[in-house]
């Protein structure tokens, strides 16, 4: 690459006015002196658009909504810079992300992507499911230190011509097209995340939009990884997938009560303690950095997603060995030459 390659700043956009505006401020106000930011709107219905012209960037606008993917790649069609830099319309970056994205580039020619990580302060801390969820990813994605299996699509840069022998994003899919897209670009280079890397993410902030997002894409993703045999890291890790099928299994126990009594109830109780032992890590950070009555409340939450994942995997996992053509047809993963 050029000493100080151009970078496209790559923003897909659908319906976020309420934080677009922050998004392209500091893809602006960045350290890094050679950056045009691009804007992909894919058909959004509120004022993104205007607030994207009035802040002076170049906007795209797909005709029809048609998904991130479609979005992400109108984008990287229009791209001047040699490096790509993709960051979601919810994320702000930290004013050197840009900067020290090229330098990881610039001194590993064989590195496929490198990937940023989400702070522990979401955007807008404006509702306890927001902050649970920036915690819980939070501590997920510092394990993920390094090489990983998959792809952090919020916020990463890879270079244009590694884009271009990849392919683009897999518009079929609405729910884990990061995931295609990251073991494709796993078979043939090796894609790391790094904590120094950093945006503040505006999370879910309702119990609904949450539960659903976990559960489409736990869903979804989990004939892939069946097929396989890999799972993407953070929230899909082997331990934290045990766990999840523990707590399950105590709900299980505990409906049963009414047939088995109290030993059921203990088993329910003894299943939760072991499902939380797995993923200790995750509850240990609420309860250290935010006190125990939000590490409580953490827990109920987080127990709900851990949960809803352990019963999105189950069936998608059924899915899969009942349909494995479907899965097939979905993802183009290829395998290393």
Same mark, same amino acid.
């Given at each position: ?99 020290? +994205?090229?330098?990881? *580039? ?5 590195? %496929?992507?490198?990937?940023?990580? =989400? !702070? @522990? ?100 993703? +989990?004939?892939?990884? *069946? ?5 993407? %890291?953070?929230?899909?890790?082997? =331990? !934290? @997938? ?96």
């Amino acid at each position: 690459m050029n000493e100080q390659p151009l970078v496209s700043v790559i923003i897909p956009n659908y319906n976020y006015a309420s934080t677009i505006g922050e998004c392209i401020k500091a893809a602006k106000n960045q350290t890094y002196p050679s950056v045009e930011v691009i804007v992909a709107d894919d058909a959004s219905t509120d004022d993104s658009v205007a607030i994207a012209r009035a802040l002076d960037v170049t906007v795209l606008q797909v005709p029809v909504n048609s998904g991130v993917s479609t979005a992400r790649n109108l984008g990287a069609r229009h791209a001047k810079g040699e490096v790509l830099f993709f960051v979601d319309s919810d994320v702000a970056l930290d004013p050197d992300a840009v900067e020290r +994205a090229v330098e990881y *580039l610039q001194t590993e020619p064989g590195l %496929g992507a490198i990937c940023g990580m =989400y !702070r @522990a302060e979401p955007m807008f801390p404006d509702s306890l499911v927001k902050r649970y969820r920036a915690i819980q990813q939070y501590v997920w994605f510092c394990e993920v230190e390094g090489a990983i299996p998959g792809l952090h699509s919020a916020l990463f840069a890879m270079r244009k011509e590694t884009f271009l022998e990849v392919g683009e994003f897999n518009d079929r899919l609405r729910w884990t097209e990061e995931q295609d897209y990251g073991f494709r670009l796993n078979a043939r280079y090796e894609v790391k995340a790094v904590p120094t890397i950093r945006g503040r993410h505006d999370h879910d902030g309702t119990m609904r939009v949450m539960l659903t997002k976990v559960f489409n894409r736990t869903r979804l993703g +989990a004939p892939n990884w *069946l097929r396989l045999n890999k799972l993407p %890291g953070g929230a899909g890790t082997g =331990y !934290r @997938a045990l766990g999840s099928a523990f707590i399950l299994a105590a709900v299980f126990a505990l409906i049963s009560t009414v047939l088995l009594g109290p030993w059921a109830l203990l088993a329910a109780a003894v299943l939760t303690g072991i499902g939380i032992a797995l993923d200790k890590r995750t509850y240990a950070y609420a309860f250290r950095h935010h006190g125990v009555t939000f590490g409580l409340q953490f827990t109920v939450l987080h127990l709900l997603v851990t949960l809803t994942s352990a019963v999105a995997a189950s069936i998608g996992i059924l899915q899969g060995l009942l349909y494995p053509s479907m899965t097939q047809r979905l993802y183009r993963v290829e395998t290393p030459a």
